[in-house]
């Protein structure tokens, strides 16, 4: 009997063992998570789609695309980096609580991120690159700050934009103005303190931190958003190597001493050469698209390092990667957005409709074309399931990306414009926008520039080139009462 009641005892101690070691087992294979944004890439010069345009050179967002799956109808929940870039991070609309759809949502204390969920379920998070909500940009004890809305660490910069040369203190001391929120030059900032590099491209930059921080050796898995500003003006601010490639001439940096400002603007300031060279002018619009080349070839050459670190460290098999473009590709900057109307700033196709894929080896499957529509907050919820995380929060607006639903609901408002999409309807109010120049020679202008109400079917014309109002008024009233209804329900009085 007492023999009996110690095999009993050994049997006992080894299930319980075994079932610790089963849960370990679970909680390490909880994926690594990459979220790659990048900035204003054009529909067509993302090259996993099938018809993109062949100028571009992108091997390895074309690798990446094969890894996994792409969707050729992905929608941003704004044709503005700030607002875009909120829904991304939070799985909702960021008009929820920004009523006037401004530029500027921020991000208040009761809405989560993903990093906040997923420092909850066991996570290493960190950020680095552009973090842009719109509002208290350079300041370190406000929400909109990666380290108080779930992030552990971040490197980077807090505004629309960054040169991509000068990120020293020497530069900040010598510029009268080295804080813009598009017109911005300097250190990065670093936790809560800065960190200045001497010498170095913007986009190298980022991506060596990110590949530092990928080969530490840590217990957790970690979620890393590596937010690059490429390929955002300054467009023309490219290594000469691939100024070379491309036939684009070289184009000296910004210095306070030898700046030629426009009038309007004191001279030596940074934000006069800032605007001088992002509009068409300077540059002229038939040569804008060398310059943007070289920009997201260089992009794709750091992608590519990035995706090499992860294999060199064993870590490829279990990370989950999304790639998405922040919204369409910029009239300004030579992006392409064929066969897609418009671009960023207006909430045509080409404004919001925007290059996404994801891979996770075993998880997802490869080289495959999604056709069904979804939307950049659809990534939260799907990281979360990854993660092994239910969300419960019935406000957000995201699915997940590898369920779509070919009937759900799609909402836009930018200032006075809006948009709907249900099925294969769309109906918007949005009109032509009109910049502080021409646009470059890529860009598609839309059939009219007005504010009436537009009805697409834009499963059949993503170009938008047939307005079917006036066909369909039932279809018209049917989805701008969906959109009404939606507000009414949604939308912070």
């Known amino acids: ?16 063992k075994t079932n610790v ?19 204003d890439q054009g529909y067509a010069d993302f090259s996993p789609f099938k018809e993109h345009d062949k100028s571009i050179s992108t091997p390895n967002i074309t690798r990446l695309g094969k890894s996994g799956t792409v969707f ?14 909120a829904g991304i991070l939070t799985g909702k609309n960021q008009f929820r609580w920004d009523k006037p759809a401004s530029w ?66 020497k530069i900040k001391e010598r510029t009268p103005d080295p804080y813009g929120t598009s017109a911005l030059l300097g250190p990065l900032m670093h936790n809560m303190g800065e960190k200045s590099y001497e010498e170095g491209y913007l986009t190298d930059i ?13 217990e957790k898995p970690f979620f890393l958003t590596l937010a690059y500003s490429a390929v955002h003006h300054l467009i023309h601010e490219v290594p000469k ?23 309007k603007y004191k001279p030596g300031t940074y934000s006069a050469y800032y605007d001088k060279y992002s509009r068409v002018g300077a540059i002229k619009a038939e040569e804008l698209r060398n310059y943007y080349l070289a920009n ?18 064993k870590l490829d098999k279990n990370t989950l990667i999304v790639f998405i473009s922040d919204n369409g590709g910029s009239p300004l900057t030579g992006a392409n957005n064929a066969p897609l109307t418009g671009g960023k700033y207006a909430l045509w196709e080409g404004g919001i409709r925007v290059p996404l894929a994801i891979s996770w080896a075993g998880n997802v499957a490869a080289n495959k074309v ?20 239910p969300v419960k929060d019935e406000t957000l607006d995201g699915i997940s990306l590898l369920k779509p639903d070919p009937n759900r609901l799609l909402v836009w408002k930018w200032q006075k414009t809006w948009a709907v999409r249900q099925g294969d309807w769309k109906l918007t109010n949005t009109n032509e926008n009109h910049w502080k120049s021409e646009p470059s020679v890529q860009y598609i202008a839309p059939i009219v520039d007005n504010m009436e109400l537009k009805l697409f079917n834009v499963e059949t014309d993503p170009g938008e080139r047939l307005d079917l109002a006036k066909k369909f008024p039932e279809k018209v009233k049917e989805l701008e009462q969906a959109y009404v209804n939606w507000c009414e329900a949604n939308i912070q009085q």
């Open 1 to 16: 009997m007492k023999n009996l009641l110690m095999l009993f005892l050994v049997i006992s101690v080894f299930s319980c």
């Open 21 to 39: 070691e089963t849960t370990v087992n679970k909680k390490s294979e909880k994926p690594n998570i990459l979220l790659i944004v990048i900035d």
């Open 72 to 85: 050729t109808q992905a929608y941003v929940t704004a044709p503005v980096c700030s607002p875009s870039r």
């Open 104 to 169: 500027g949502p921020g991000l208040p204390n009761n809405v989560k991120t993903i990093a906040e969920y997923l420092k909850e379920a066991g996570y290493e998070t960190a950020r680095i690159g552009k973090n842009d909500l719109g509002r208290n940009f350079h300041k370190y004890n406000v929400r909109e700050y990666p380290l108080n809305h779930g992030y552990d660490e971040f490197l980077g910069f807090s505004a629309h934009a960054h040169d991509y040369w000068l990120s020293s203190n």
């Open 206 to 218: 980022l991506t060596d931190e990110s590949i530092a921080y990928i080969k530490r050796k840590r």
């Open 241 to 263: 190597k691939y100024l070379d490639k491309y036939g684009a001439k070289e184009i000296p940096n910004y210095d306070p001493d030898s700046l030629m400002a426009f009038e």
């Open 296 to 313: 997201l070839n260089c992009l794709d050459d750091n992608i590519g390092r990035v995706l090499d670190a992860l294999k060199e460290q």
């Open 370 to 389: 999604e056709t069904r529509y979804v939307s950049a907050t659809d990534i939260l919820p799907t990281l979360l399931n990854a993660a092994g995380m």
